[in-house]
């Protein structure tokens, strides 16, 4: 490769990702946009910043869920540059993608050859599943741990591949590490990431046992930062408990066990390999009914389950023989398992941002797979100008075929309408894409198109207390506790210790002259942390309502 090829070759790759992200300068505050940052207060200004580290990440009233303080510290300052206006926030993402896919290069070239090195860094960077994680603010502390740990695996790896790690190398790596652990939990993966480099792209034939006693001090470091970090975010998060926001937990609706949230996440893993290496079909909301929630063993999981281990033989087969493609398979797996379900229930069944930093292995796969392919041309003596020419043309046809459908997907972010709409074309047999688009109208005022779109919800998955209690929240807002009695009593019967909906619930059996039960359901709402005063007025209404009722009859 010529010397001006080289010197073009980084700023061509931050040129694909700016061409591929830039249109969402553009978009609003979309989904947890609004929660985190429109109607979050800690997030718009510098003010006392220091206390984003002793704060949840969702405000308490929104369910008081997550710490990410150097996330929130970014956002306060993107505020101030901004004036609160969502352009700055997407500015900062477009811009950090393009220092990740930077970073993809940079990790690339320690271990193929240059040429090889782009095209894996071009495919990062034009990526769709990507769209997710810079299109919504949000998304920004999957940029910032991308950051944070490639920027300390390339540290990692450049000296390892020299010889022992130099000191300061390893105090660079574990500022790299407390960093992204503060900007989302996630980043608590860069050991395995490490090590799964040692094992692979690392080329050091000291026997293995040798290797871990050098470098066991380094891992001990490693492991007493990620101790300090849970237990730091255990003391910030320890008096935040549920607010009005309960979020969509799947397995606790169904109180599955964990072998079925295992089950569920096998099921899952054709998803993965089919976004992180064919992403033509996207979606803001993967979920039941269109993933199935296991309910014990089916023939569904076995697909999963033979990908998997498929996928795991091949990485251990190939961790000598084509180490790159070791690495990325075991790169994707390690930064998968956080939100994966299989070792912790994430909350979420599938959500393309979790694919972020996975999809560097698959591009590094993608490089691996390039290097065989040109060299099995050459090989065959089919090494022509005509076939490179026709190679190099099919891969730029790729690349434009993937910036433009990154762009394109980018738009649907543009606002919520947009985005809500967009869901239930893309996934509809999700229940929760129908009831966000059902939220989104009964905020905006269309009753009916809510109602709709809620019992659309209800019908395709009937398990979920959340949604059972907001359609009822719905109603009653609107005056008509009949229909949201019902729905009330539904939650119930979900989940007897749902903590929301106790006092609206006594409100509207009131409000239906049920004044026995009214009353036993306001009592209830004071054991369980309700106001006191105004469910003993409660009471008193229902007992008066009660005697008055019994003179009417009387008379």
């Known amino acids: 490769m010529s010397i001006r090829r080289r010197t073009l070759a980084a700023p061509a790759i931050a040129l694909l990702a700016l061409a591929s992200s830039a249109v969402g300068v553009l978009n609003q505050f979309t989904y947890d946009d609004k929660y985190i940052i429109l109607l979050n207060p800690a997030t718009r200004s510098l003010h006392a910043w220091w206390l984003a580290f002793s704060s949840s990440y969702w ?19 993107e505020s101030s540059i901004g004036g609160g206006a969502p352009m700055a926030f997407h500015a900062a993402n477009i811009l950090l993608y393009a220092a990740v896919s930077l970073l993809v290069f940079a990790l690339a070239r320690r271990v193929l050859p240059h040429w090889a090195a782009w095209v894996a860094a071009a495919v990062f960077a034009v990526h769709p599943v990507h769209v997710e994680a810079v299109a919504n603010v949000v998304g920004q502390s999957e940029l910032l741990v991308a950051i944070a740990l490639l920027s300390a695996t390339i540290l990692y790896v450049r000296d390892r591949q020299k010889g022992a790690l130099e000191p300061w190398t390893i105090v660079a790596i574990a500022a790299l590490y407390a960093l992204g652990c503060f900007a989302k ?51 910030a998060l320890a008096d935040h408990g549920i607010g009005g926001f309960q979020p969509f937990t799947p397995f606790a609706a169904l109180h599955i066990s964990t072998r079925d949230r295992i089950l569920t996440a096998l099921g899952v893993v054709p998803q993965w390999v089919r976004l992180l290496f064919w992403p033509a079909h996207l979606s ?39 180490p790159v493609i070791g690495f ?13 379900n299989f070792i ?26 390039a290097v065989i392919a040109a060299n099995m041309v050459r090989a065959r003596g089919a090494d022509r100008p005509g076939v490179r020419g026709a190679a190099q ?23 919520n309408d947009t985005l809500f709409r967009r869901a239930v074309i893309d996934a509809p047999l999700s229940y929760r894409a129908h009831y966000m688009l059902g939220a989104w109208h009964f905020e905006n005022g269309r009753k009916r198109d809510g109602e709709v779109e809620y019992r659309k919800a209800l019908h395709l998955f009937p398990y979920d207390p959340f949604l059972s209690y907001r359609m009822a929240e719905q109603y009653r807002h609107f005056g008509l506790c009949a229909p949201a009695l019902p729905l009330y009593r539904w939650t119930r019967s979900l989940d007897p210790q749902f903590p929301l909906g106790r006092t609206a619930f006594a409100i509207c059996l009131l409000d239906q002259g049920d004044y026995d039960e009214a009353k036993a359901a306001a009592l209830e709402a004071m054991r369980h942390g309700g106001d006191i005063e105004f469910l003993r007025r409660l009471v008193f209404i229902a007992d008066s309502a009660k005697s008055a009722d019994g003179r009417a009859k009387a008379n």
Not at 328 to 340: D, R
């Open 393 to 415: 043309a099919a891969f730029a046809g790729l690349l434009v075929l993937g910036a433009y459908r990154s762009e394109q997907r980018s738009t649907v972010w543009r606002d």
């Open 284 to 322: 803001s909301e993967y979920g039941p009914a269109d993933i199935e929630i296991a309910q014990g063993f089916s023939i569904s999981q076995y697909p999963g389950f033979a990908l998997l281990v498929a996928i795991l033989g091949l990485g251990h087969l190939l961790r000598r023989r084509q």
């Open 328 to 340: 990325g398979i075991a790169l994707a797996c390690v930064a998968l398992l956080p939100s994966s």
């Open 185 to 235: 939990e996630h980043a608590i993966v860069l050991p395995g990431v490490l090590g799964a480099a040692e094992l692979t792209i690392v080329d050091d034939r000291t026997p293995l046992r040798e290797r871990i006693r050098r470098l066991r001090p380094t891992y001990l470091l490693l492991v007493a930062i990620a101790v300090a970090f849970v237990g730091v975010r255990a003391l």
């Open 344 to 369: 912790v229930p994430a909350g979420i069944v599938l959500a393309e941002r979790t694919l972020f930093l996975p999809s560097v292995g698959a591009a590094l796969i993608v490089g691996a797979l």
């Open 59 to 77: 405000p308490k009233e929104w369910g008081g869920d997550g710490y990410r303080p150097l996330t929130i510290l970014a956002f306060k300052i």
